[in-house]
């Protein structure tokens, strides 16, 4: 009997390993096996992409101060990392539902013998009683004869590492968002210095064209086109304070606190030497480290395993509930052989007739399922376009870079001439206004294309997921 007994409960402990969910499949990646390469791409060859780092990206010790302040202090992340604790937990308390509850309570009571019935007469009772009990068991444990439980669990695993993986695509984007606010910073220093130096042109032509006038030489029209460059010069310089002091709130919300000025670039010339350009011919199997992709391959592992426990559901389910205790009206027998009971028993309920409600949970789970599966495909292809849109830029951006300096060089010779010329008698004021404005236009035009170059690189770091490997687990975990 006892042999009969083991193989029974061997038997159940087997078919509590049995699980119904589909095995996951990850598809082959939906783009090609490498980026395009051509004039457009630099690079002709295809090389190995090692795992990259912010620190030997973004090479400025006093951007990678601001950074490591960021990763600390920044409350998107901490919202971030707090869900992804919330997330583990959530995917332990799943896990204990495949673990029988042990519990023990205990009890005392103590009632009066003594009575009185009917009227005019009394009796008295024998004394108090008193009644003491103590017990422990196993209340409602499920089988998990078909992997419903253990499905569930991995369901909500691979949703915790989902979070994590969001986790990490919220701290790429700080990373990378944060170099952009540092280089426009940069950028907007440049384009501060250029309006200063226009107004301060603009204060020496009216000065010139008022002296001009005076002696009777120039119209009152030339001093009033001299003043309306100065103007716009003098709104220029207003704008771009406005812009300095909005890019140091932006970093300081990206930082979390204050910032320490001299941690700012002065110029695009801190700016372009320090964030390190990234090559192109790179394997496309990189984009797999993409914290966006790794979430949506979780995503997929989980819907998988929630077909399992639909599945599961079509089948019975075998409850088990045993209790063991003591019980005496004494303490000091509390504990005798005659005090001991126990009890045991189990309960197995099984769908008859649902109107098809289970079985199209499973339909249900199954179309979730492919719904990832797209998911994860598109994030893919996705990745792909970004990178591959970075590195056509990064293809071009020096020719435009080189285009836009020559371009300034020429508008201040043009400017210069045109000036010597006004002032020789030789041509009238508007080829001069002309020519200064076309120079601030240039000078602007410049700016904005060595902040792109340096924009390109941040992004191309971003698209490729860089930094998505290191360090990204949240702190304590």
């Given at each position: 009997?006892?042999?009969?007994?083991?193989?029974?409960?061997?038997?159940?402990?087997?078919?509590?390993?049995?699980?119904?969910?589909?095995?996951?499949?990850?598809p082959?990646?939906?783009?090609?096996?490498?980026?395009p390469?051509g004039?457009?791409?630099?690079?002709q060859?295809e090389a190995?992409?090692?795992?990259?780092?912010?620190?030997?990206?973004?090479?400025?010790?006093?951007l990678?101060?601001?950074?490591?302040?960021?990763?600390?202090?920044?409350?998107?992340l901490?919202?971030?990392?707090?869900?992804?604790?919330a997330?583990?937990?959530q995917?332990?308390?799943t896990?204990?539902?495949q673990?029988?509850?042990?519990?023990i309570?205990?009890?005392?009571g103590?009632?009066?013998g003594?009575?009185?019935?009917g009227?005019?007469s009394s009796?008295?009772?024998?004394?108090?009683?008193?009644?003491?009990?103590?017990?422990?068991?196993?209340?409602?444990f499920?089988?998990?004869?078909?992997?419903?439980?253990?499905?569930?669990?991995e369901?909500?695993?691979?949703?915790?590492?989902?979070?994590?993986?969001?986790?990490r695509?919220?701290?790429?984007?700080?990373?990378?968002?944060?170099?952009?606010?540092?280089?426009?910073?940069?950028?907007d220093?440049?384009?501060?210095?250029?309006a200063?130096?226009t107004?301060?042109?603009?204060?020496?032509?009216?000065?010139?064209?008022?002296?001009?006038?005076?002696?009777?030489?120039?119209?009152?029209?030339?001093l009033?086109?001299?003043?309306?460059?100065?103007?716009?010069?003098?709104?220029?310089?207003a704008?771009?304070?406005?812009?300095?002091?909005?890019?140091?709130?932006?970093?300081?919300?990206?930082v979390?606190g204050?910032?320490d000025?001299?941690?700012?670039?002065?110029?695009?010339?801190?700016?372009?030497?320090?964030?390190a350009?990234?090559?192109?011919?790179?394997?496309?199997?990189?984009?797999?480290r993409?914290?966006?992709?790794?979430?949506?391959?979780?995503?997929?592992?989980?819907?998988?395993?929630?077909?399992?426990?639909?599945?599961?559901?079509?089948?019975?389910?075998?409850?088990?509930?045993?209790?063991?205790?003591?019980?005496?009206?004494?303490?000091s027998s509390?504990?005798?052989s005659?005090?001991?009971?126990?009890?045991?028993?189990?309960?197995?309920t099984?769908p008859?007739?649902?109107?098809?409600?289970?079985?199209?949970?499973?339909a249900?789970s199954?179309?979730?399922?492919d719904?990832?599966l797209?998911?994860?495909?598109?994030a893919?292809?996705?990745?792909?376009r970004?990178?591959?849109?970075?590195?056509?830029?990064q293809?071009?951006?020096a020719?435009r870079?080189?285009?836009?300096?020559?371009?300034?060089?020429?508008?201040?010779?043009?400017?210069?001439?045109?000036d010597?010329?006004?002032?020789?008698?030789?041509?009238?004021?508007?080829?001069?206004?002309?020519?200064?404005?076309?120079?601030?236009?240039?000078?602007?035009?410049?700016?904005?294309?060595?902040?792109?170059?340096?924009?390109?690189?941040i992004?191309?770091?971003?698209a490729?997921g860089?930094?998505?490997?290191?360090?990204a687990?949240?702190?304590n975990?």
């Amino acid at each position: 009997m006892i042999g009969i007994r083991a193989l029974l409960l061997a038997s159940t402990f087997a078919l509590a390993g049995c699980s119904l969910a589909p095995k996951t499949v990850l598809p082959d990646p939906p783009v090609p096996q490498s980026w395009p390469v051509g004039d457009a791409y630099l690079l002709q060859s295809e090389a190995a992409l090692p795992i990259l780092s912010y620190q030997s990206v973004f090479t400025d010790p006093r951007l990678q101060t601001l950074t490591e302040q960021a990763l600390t202090n920044n409350r998107d992340l901490r919202v971030a990392y707090a869900n992804v604790a919330a997330a583990r937990a959530q995917a332990r308390v799943t896990r204990a539902g495949q673990f029988p509850e042990i519990g023990i309570s205990g009890g005392a009571g103590y009632s009066d013998g003594s009575s009185s019935s009917g009227s005019g007469s009394s009796t008295g009772g024998g004394g108090g009683r008193g009644d003491f009990s103590l017990r422990g068991g196993v209340t409602a444990f499920e089988l998990d004869l078909f992997g419903k439980l253990a499905n569930a669990t991995e369901a909500d695993r691979n949703r915790a590492l989902a979070t994590e993986a969001a986790s990490r695509t919220v701290r790429l984007a700080l990373i990378a968002n944060l170099a952009e606010a540092w280089a426009t910073y940069g950028a907007d220093r440049d384009l501060l210095k250029i309006a200063e130096d226009t107004a301060a042109n603009a204060r020496e032509s009216v000065r010139l064209t008022k002296a001009r006038l005076d002696g009777g030489v120039a119209p009152r029209t030339d001093l009033r086109q001299a003043e309306q460059i100065l103007a716009t010069a003098e709104d220029a310089i207003a704008q771009q304070r406005t812009a300095l002091a909005q890019d140091e709130n932006l970093i300081r919300l990206l930082v979390g606190g204050d910032v320490d000025r001299a941690l700012l670039p002065t110029g695009l010339a801190d700016v372009t030497p320090a964030i390190a350009s990234l090559p192109a011919g790179v394997n496309s199997q990189i984009l797999l480290r993409r914290p966006d992709v790794i979430e949506a391959e979780y995503g997929l592992r989980a819907a998988n395993a929630d077909i399992g426990v639909a599945r599961a559901q079509l089948f019975p389910s075998i409850s088990l509930t045993g209790l063991l205790g003591f019980a005496s009206n004494a303490l000091s027998s509390l504990f005798d052989s005659g005090s001991f009971n126990w009890s045991a028993g189990g309960d197995v309920t099984a769908p008859i007739f649902d109107a098809g409600g289970r079985r199209a949970g499973v339909a249900v789970s199954e179309a979730q399922r492919d719904a990832a599966l797209a998911g994860y495909e598109g994030a893919i292809q996705t990745a792909f376009r970004e990178v591959a849109d970075a590195l056509a830029v990064q293809g071009t951006i020096a020719e435009r870079a080189r285009a836009a300096a020559a371009n300034t060089a020429a508008a201040a010779d043009t400017a210069t001439l045109t000036d010597a010329r006004y002032k020789g008698g030789i041509d009238n004021f508007l080829a001069s206004l002309d020519a200064q404005r076309s120079l601030y236009a240039a000078r602007r035009s410049e700016i904005a294309i060595q902040l792109l170059l340096v924009q390109t690189r941040i992004a191309l770091f971003r698209a490729l997921g860089g930094d998505s490997g290191a360090g990204a687990a949240p702190p304590n975990s």
